[in-house]
């Protein structure tokens, strides 16, 4: 009998050393920089504060995931907005939450 685990244990995701300085560069060139600038600094402060009472980095890992997440899509989003789809007809998801009440 192993007294190994039986599992693989998930790897956490953990950007490069220098991920979080790369994403503010490429926030501040995007034409999107003066709101996502400011959106993601105060993000990353949060994040900060959080690891420094956890003495976890997770906070921080989601917070470079997520915006760049947000970089990566940007181009479809941009694409689908400038089809002009007509999502008058769409249901806005606050009222449908408020139904299943």
Known sequence: MSAQPDHAPVTAYAPAPGAPAELLAQLRADRRAE??????????AAALEESRKTFTLAALYEVVQVWQGRLAHAPAVDAFVASGYDDSEAIDM???RGRRR
């Open 35 to 44: 709101r996502w600038v400011p959106a993601f600094e105060g993000e990353w």
């Open 94 to 96: 606050a009222e449908l």
